[in-house]
């Protein structure tokens, strides 16, 4: 588990390096509202991430360990319905109110749909990367990963640099990269045999029972996440946007390093679990609170280096971002908290519940946003992030703790909880 966490991270990292290594480069290139128009690309993207094939890669990653009771290939094939179906009617609806959002977001509406087209092709990525990992492939995973990471790399520096094209490049060049590389995803997962092309309504409802209660959840972490972006646009100016978003991306390190380590540890902890060893249940706990204390170190050690890379990545004008890195760090810290005591629900099917206590929580980070704004600026966002993350994951360890019992609390191996 622990050699695949480190290919994970090594691939998560090289994918993550994008953002940095194009940092010198867009700070130079982009004024900062220039830079906050792609960072808006992202923010737009990932908000519609939930309804194109409603947490598909989900339900599949969980219908893996009970293959045996149907058939996978016709599970994924149902699963590619549905994707393709919500696809089309998410493009209309984005070319029906493309203004509107263009009010809203301040994000152009000629380009509208690029965010839809994204969000199809990412998913067909995430669906072949998400049987590798439950397969256990994390060389192929690496490999993919890297590929594309590279291409996104090579093309948006083309199209900035050489071409010109702005901001333009950038989304031009992840577009690009994305729509080849779902284009061989479908090449291996018709190779390894994944695609059964019979209509199964039980697989469909089946897909859609795990993923709709999963809206509120993922739509939920969306908000908590990039509403900060648009409540800084709205209330300050996407000038502040762009720096914040600058020490965002920075801070943004210690969800790569979590969420790369839930990659590794989720298939794992699924097949312990359903053992029912004990003894591997006091293990897995003890790893819980030794990973939560690894957590909390990253984060310091970030909060010294950030300002370190803020002056020697990015240009004069971005040198503010650095103010910004702590309270984020911490925030995705808690992030990877709540992601450990939340695989136990996962593992439970128990999405509803999942997606009432995001949801919850989104409303709050809502809030939260509003007034530590008004009462600290543009800092009082990421402080907003970081106490909701922490919400949250006090929620989540509560309820787990009750739906599925792990000894917490006692490390006696002989009498349990």
């Not at 965002?248 to 794992?268: D, E, K, R, T």
């Not at 097949?271 to 984060?299: H, N, P, R, W």
């Amino acid at each position: 588990m622990l050699k695949s966490a480190g290919i994970y991270t090594a691939a998560n990292m090289l994918n993550a390096a994008v953002p940095f290594l194009l940092l010198p480069i867009l700070t130079r290139y982009l004024t900062p509202a220039e830079y906050a128009i792609v960072t808006l690309f992202q923010v737009m993207m990932n908000g519609v991430l939930p309804f194109v094939g409603f947490n598909l890669e989900g339900a599949i990653n969980r219908q893996f360990f009970d293959r045996s009771e149907s058939s996978f290939p016709a599970y994924v094939s149902n699963g590619f319905y549905i994707l393709i179906s919500s696809s089309l009617v998410m493009l209309l609806l984005f070319e029906l109110t493309a203004s509107g959002l263009e009010t809203l977001t301040q994000f152009p509406s000629n380009w509208m749909w690029a965010i839809v087209c994204f969000a199809f092709c990412q998913k067909i990525a995430e669906i072949l990367l998400t049987i590798w990992r439950v397969e256990d492939k994390p060389i192929h995973f690496g490999v993919f990963r890297v590929l594309r990471t590279s291409l996104d790399l090579g093309l948006s520096m083309y199209f900035i640099i050489v071409l010109k094209r702005s901001w333009e490049g950038r989304i031009e060049g992840q577009l690009v990269a994305i729509a080849f590389f779902a284009i061989i995803a479908v090449y291996y997962l018709a190779k390894g045999r994944f695609f059964k092309w019979e209509y199964h309504k039980e697989y469909i409802r089946g897909i859609l029972k795990f993923g709709l209660p999963l809206i509120p959840h993922v739509l939920g972490a969306v908000i908590i996440t990039y509403s900060d972006r648009l409540f800084i646009t709205n209330m300050i100016g996407l000038k502040e946007m762009g720096l914040y978003s600058v020490g965002y991306q920075i801070g943004m390190v210690i969800s790569l390093l979590q969420n790369s380590f839930n990659q590794a540890w989720q298939p794992w902890l699924y097949q312990k679990l359903k053992d029912g060893d004990f003894s591997e249940k006091i293990k897995i706990v003890k790893m819980t609170y030794v990973y939560f204390i690894g957590l909390i170190l990253a984060v310091l050690a970030l909060t010294i280096i950030g300002p370190w890379i803020v002056e020697y990545m990015t240009a004069d004008e971005y040198q503010d971002a650095n103010q910004f890195i702590f309270w984020i760090a911490l925030g995705f810290a808690f992030n990877g908290m709540y992601k450990m005591v939340g695989n136990y629900l996962f593992y439970l099917r128990k999405t509803m519940t999942i997606g009432v206590i995001t949801g919850a929580t989104a409303l709050i980070n809502i809030g939260l946003n509003y007034i530590f704004i008004k009462m600290n600026g543009s800092v009082g966002a990421a402080q907003s992030t970081a106490v909701t993350f922490f919400i949250q994951f006090i929620i989540v360890w509560f309820i787990s703790a009750k739906y599925f019992k792990m000894p917490w609390l006692t490390f006696n191996q002989k009498n349990g909880l």
